[in-house]
Nanobody
Framework: QVQLVESGGGLVQAGGSLRLSCAAS????????MGWFRQASGKEREFVAAINWSGGSTYYADSVKGRFTISRVNAKNMVYLQMNSLKPEDTAVYYC???????????????????WGQGTQVTVSS
């Protein structure tokens, strides 16, 4: 098992930046592919970004490509989501997710992930 705790959410004006952090504890962090998802009020949870175990491969939803960057530091058991040029439509609860993996893959499907954090609220005002 791996436990995930997100932090870094908050209220920011449109055009601003935030960096979300996800701290992992438990099993060997480098054995996990990681992802970020978000869920806006009244909507289904959606994929945001994914990263493979080494950090060498990443993938983004079209809606955030060029504005968000996912990264990880395995030595610190941390994964990050740097969010720039934020828009009101980015307002959501952001979740960190983990999936054990033996290959250099990333995963974009919600059902691919076994472990989830509790989420952190991001609110972007216009």
């Amino acid at each position: 098992q791996v436990q995930l705790v997100e932090s870094g959410g908050g209220l920011v004006q449109a055009g601003g930046s935030l960096r979300l952090s996800c701290a992992a504890s438990g099993r060997t962090f480098s054995n996990y592919a990681m992802g970020w998802f978000r869920q806006a009020s009244g909507k289904e949870r959606e994929f945001v970004a994914a990263i493979n175990w080494s950090g060498g491969s990443t993938y983004y939803a079209d809606s955030v490509k060029g504005r968000f960057t996912i990264s990880r530091v395995n030595a610190k058991n941390m994964v990050y989501l740097q969010m720039n040029s934020l828009k009101p439509e980015d307002t959501a609860v952001y979740y960190c997710a983990a999936r054990p993996t033996s290959g250099g893959y990333y995963y974009t499907g919600e059902r691919a992930y076994d472990h989830w954090g509790q989420g952190t609220q991001v609110t972007v005002s216009s």
